[in-house]
């Protein structure tokens, strides 16, 4: 129990011989945890000694006894025999404790220390013991480790067993013993030592809610992770100058391809990224989105687990990234930010957010000061130097209400890489989002989460305005035919014909979420048993449209009209329209005992799209190109050349028949459908060194209904209805000090973790096929993943991994656009099945203080990767375009690519960070008929002060967006993208504050 002062003198408990201290402590969620001294065993009445060293030690000594974090001592633990050792068997060498003159005979003792989980009471072997001398200047001593067996007393009897570890003979005085254990709050006690005797005491850890997996690395999690913090995000620009988009942030992680829409693609897939928000998994995107989903600044944890996934995580490839949102603490949020740059680029957004306890009318203050006793009184004592916890990270005992707004717009003269010099014509853009979330505490055991995302944005995406235009798709066609020659010279631009065409998306996402603690954790490194009910939707809808008010398709009639041409850079004028509706609910419940953590769920997700597109070629090729595509989609009257004449691209040249109108079909479809996914999963930690996660999936896909245009003659794709089982085993293995691998193995700071694991994985196909011309139904992805990799921990705070992995693709999914080459791909797709494909590659990582622990001043990250994606032609494969396949590899590579960001933090809270991204990786930088690649050479660079600089309230942030201004050209005539370029230096200043 804790001892107060009497008058003025700090005074301190004395215990008398053999005396086991007792000293409550608060155990995990509030109960304190006490040991007592059986009335049987003879005791000493502990009196109070006052101190007569400085007060400032004294000072010390008294704040670390009244901690409600000090150790206590339960009743003497018998401690099982341990043979002796052989004689001719030389003992190691044992640690030296402070030593006082030889000359002069001291009287010395020692302190036996158990150290137990405060909830399971279970002995926690490996711990780190420490006796300081609160008498020395330096209190650092070397450490005993609970468990080791290989130190001897003078009696040739062990100095440590299990559970417990013995000092060495201490000089009798007060001595602080610290305890260190990977995953618990620091323990510490003060003891007196008494002449010739052994005093005891417990230790009772508490487990540390938040672990730090760059800390200390553990076996209990089998899954390849990468996590980034919102602290990290806001340090190193990896997002420069747009804080709505969260895809440069999972760049940062080792596998991801980045592309010039934004987009990012994981170890050779297009898709592939199964995205759960506080759990719940995201229904699937559409394909070709430009503009971004979910703001950063909402986003408190990022774990991107790119590989030795468990059942839990499927429906969408081999990544999964758990994003956890922001939970307001009692202290209110009030957070902005206004930017302003290059290229016109101007955004400003708003976050507030507290949290509430509800006691009743009137008992707000109340419960307020008793929520703050309660984390008061779980804090850790800081001894010397130490922090406390970060605000919110102890748990909410109290019913309480928190919210927390977000509201944000951004634009820009800039929304994609354009691939000329004048990048701001014809491609500016806008995107607002406002998120909301609410949270409703009612107990320990009970939450209710409530999530709204709303999105709206515009996108210019005509810009190829170069200096006397462009031909279709990007070149000029000058085969000989029935149409006057034509070159650039006489091409108008699209700036010329004051082309504008805009791609508009609006996204909408809810959800509700209640979770219900079972029972609580039996153990400290287990969660609790839970069960959890999730429902959301989501809204999507994306137009395609054309501004332009000069150009009138049916001029193509008319020989002497100015806009009948063989080659224009208008391409089409577009009008395509998206909407797709989607409802999805989800169970998940945890059972854990000891050494399981069982885990099963299910979701069901039903869905349903309309998609309508309507193209007028807006010159001779453009016609050409939408006749070979599909008859279908050309005005009625097409006549085919008679002489058999084709253009450059090797399609047939057709003509409008005399005296027709030449107005545009409209190709429409219907679909609806349903994904199911169940999981059952056992996380079992074999031994301390090994842990075992198995578990199976069972995804269903079906698409119920396919309607096209039955007017028009357009069929549709037919329906799918796919089952897959999908079986999943991954291994931890912490690898041993000593033996063939113990240059590898370690203990505490240096241990190494060997992964392994095979798993079975499901993509289901994303919505918006734009399939309805092909020969056969859209099926899912599956793929069979291989994959190794070692973990070994550098330090305190430093991880370095590397991994191998092979992915086998069936059914491979890529999307083309619907007219090869063409600018409007983004919202004119045509999804497309691949029999087979493989992905190898090797990823190196290295991240030193990654989350920003221990108020370091430096954050460093840096990957390398080396990876390749390639399809298997076998025989005459063939597409589910009914096409022989030749292509021989997706350009989603990533061959030798250094992704690097680091941070450094000056006095008076200044940081200067930095971040490139080096090599291959942007998607279409594949020239041509050749595997050569132009690497990017992306670097930025950002600056920012205290939020303390202006007024004390305000800060600045300085950040430059490809600071070498490189702009190498990429993607030329792609059958996806078209031509892209990265964007030039852009230069952006934001004053943001804090309170």
């Known amino acids: ?15 008398g011989e053999s005396l086991t201290a007792t000293i409550a402590v608060p155990g995990d969620g509030g109960d304190t945890v006490a040991s007592r001294v059986p009335a049987a065993t003879t005791r000493k009445t502990p009196t109070l000694r006052c101190a007569l060293s400085s007060f400032p030690l004294t000072a010390l000594v008294a704040a670390l006894i009244a901690s409600p974090s000090l150790a206590q001592e339960p009743t003497p633990t018998p401690i099982p025999p341990v043979a002796v050792p052989s004689p001719a068997t030389p003992a190691p060498a044992t640690p030296v404790a402070p030593q006082a003159s030889a000359e002069i005979e001291v009287p010395r003792g020692r302190i036996r220390v158990f150290v137990r989980d405060a909830i399971s009471k279970a002995f926690l072997n490996d711990a780190a013991v420490f006796f300081d001398d609160p008498t020395l200047q330096d209190l650092r001593s070397i450490p005993y480790y609970v468990g080791d067996t290989s130190r001897q007393g003078a009696d040739n009897r062990p ?52 672990i730090e997996p760059f800390t200390l690395l553990s076996t209990r999690d089998t899954t390849n992770n990468t996590r980034r913090t919102l602290q990290f995000v806001r340090s190193i620009p990896v997002a420069a100058g747009n804080r709505q988009q969260i895809n440069n942030v999972l760049a940062t992680a080792p596998g991801f391809v980045r592309n010039s829409l934004n987009q990012v693609h994981p170890r050779g897939q297009r898709f592939g990224v199964a995205t759960y928000l506080d759990g719940f998994l995201l229904p699937s995107l559409p394909t070709g989105q430009l503009q971004g989903f979910l703001p950063q600044d909402v986003i408190a944890q990022y774990d991107i687990r790119t590989g030795g996934l468990s059942a839990e995580y499927g429906g969408d490839g081999s990544v999964a990234v758990d994003l956890t949102t922001r939970r307001p603490g009692a202290a209110p949020i009030l957070e902005g930010m206004l930017t302003t740059g290059d290229y016109n680029t101007n955004e400003i957004y708003v976050t507030v957010g507290q949290r509430f306890p509800l006691r009743g009318r009137g008992a707000s203050a109340s419960a307020a000061r008793e929520q703050s006793d309660i984390n008061q009184a779980q804090a850790p004592v800081t001894v010397v130097g130490g922090a406390s916890p970060a605000p919110g990270s102890q748990p909410i005992l109290t019913p309480s209400f928190g919210y927390l707004l977000h509201v944000s717009q951004r634009s820009t003269n800039v929304v994609t890489e354009a691939p000329q010099e004048r990048q701001a014509l014809n491609n500016s853009g806008r995107n607002s989002s406002v998120f909301g979330k609410f949270d409703y505490t009612l107990g320990p055991l009970t939450q209710i989460i409530g999530l709204i995302d709303i999105n709206g944005s515009q996108s210019n995406i005509a810009n190829r305005n170069r200096e006397g235009g462009i031909g279709f798709t990007g070149r000029i066609e000058t085969s000989p035919g029935i149409f006057p020659p034509q070159t650039l010279t006489n091409t108008p631009s699209q700036s010329d014909e004051r082309q504008d065409q805009y791609q508009k998306e609006n996204n909408s996402l809810a959800m509700v979420q209640i979770r219900r603690v079972i029972r609580p954790r039996d153990i400290a490194s287990n ?161 301390p060194v090994l842990t075992i996660n198995g578990g199976v999936r069972v995804d269903t896909f079906q698409l119920a209904r396919v309607g096209g245009n039955a007017r028009l003659g357009l069929p549709g794709n037919g329906g799918s209805d796919a089952t897959e089982f999908s079986p999943r085993l991954n291994l931890a293995l912490q690898l041993p000090r000593r033996g063939f691998l113990g240059f590898l193995g370690g203990n505490a700071t240096r241990r190494a973790v060997l992964r392994v694991g095979y798993n079975r994985l499901f993509q289901r196909p994303p919505l918006g096929q734009g399939t309805y011309f092909g020969n056969s139904a859209i099926r899912p992805q599956t793929g069979d993943s291989y994959e190794a990799g070692l973990e070994k921990q550098l330090g305190e705070n430093q991880v370095v991994k590397a991994t191998l992995y092979s992915i086998q693709f069936q059914n491979y999914l890529d999307v083309e656009g619907l007219i090869p080459g063409t ?45 390749s994606v390639k399809l298997q032609q076998r025989g005459n494969s063939r597409d589910s375009l009914g096409r022989i396949v030749t292509k021989e590899r997706p350009d989603f590579d990533q061959l030798h690519t250094l992704n690097f960001g680091f941070t450094y933090r000056l006095p008076a809270n200044y940081t200067v960070g930095i971040s490139s991204y080096i090599g291959s990786g942007l998607y279409g930088s594949r020239r041509p008929g050749s595997d050569d690649r132009e690497g990017i050479a992306e670097v930025n660079l950002r600056l920012s002060s205290s939020p303390r600089f202006f007024s004390q309230s305000f800060g600045l942030d300085i950040s430059v967006e490809n600071l070498l201004d490189q702009q190498n050209q990429y993607n030329s005539y792609n059958a996806y993208e078209a031509n892209r370029v990265q964007s030039g230096r852009r230069l952006l200043t934001s004053v943001y504050t804090r309170f």
């Open 1 to 15: 129990m804790p001892y107060r002062n009497v008058g003025k003198t700090p005074c301190f408990p004395v215990w």
């Open 823 to 867: 600018q409007f791909a983004t919202g004119a797709l045509t999804l497309v099945n691949y029999p087979r494909a493989i992905s190898n590659g090797f990823e190196l990582s290295y991240n030193y203080n990654p989350t920003f622990r221990n108020n370091n001043r430096v954050t460093l990250f840096a990957s390398y990767t080396n990876g």
């Open 527 to 687: 969660p609790d048993s839970s069960i959890t009910l999730t429902v959301g939707g989501m809204d999507n809808e994306t137009r395609l449209e054309n501004e332009n008010r000069n150009t009138d398709p049916r001029d193509l009639t008319n020989p002497d009209s100015p806009l009948f041409r063989r080659n224009s850079s208008l391409e089409y004028n577009p009008d395509v329209r998206r909407e797709y509706s989607q409802f999805q609910s989800q169970v998940d419940l945890v059972f854990s005992r000891r050494n399981h953590v069982i885990k099963g769920g299910a979701l069901v997700n039903t869905y349903t799209l309309g998609e309508r597109y309507r193209l007028e070629p807006g010159s001779q090729v453009a016609l050409n190109a939408l006749f070979a595509r599909s008859p279908l989609l050309v005005p009625t009257g097409i006549v085919v050349n008679p002489q058999g004449l084709r253009d450059d691209f090797g399609n047939l040249i057709v003509n409008y028949a005399p005296g027709r109108p030449a107005t545009a079909n409209f190709g429409q479809i219907r679909r609806e459908g349903t994904y199911t996914g169940l999981y059952l999963q056992d996380n079992w930690a074999f031994n």
């Open 159 to 210: 100095l440590g067993g299990a559970g417990y570890v013995v000092s060495d003979p201490l000089v009798t005085h007060q001595w602080i013993v610290v305890v260190l254990k990977e995953g618990y709050q620091t323990g510490r006690a003060i003891i007196e030592v008494q002449k010739d005797r052994t005093v005891q005491v417990t230790v009772f850890l508490r487990f540390q809610e938040r």
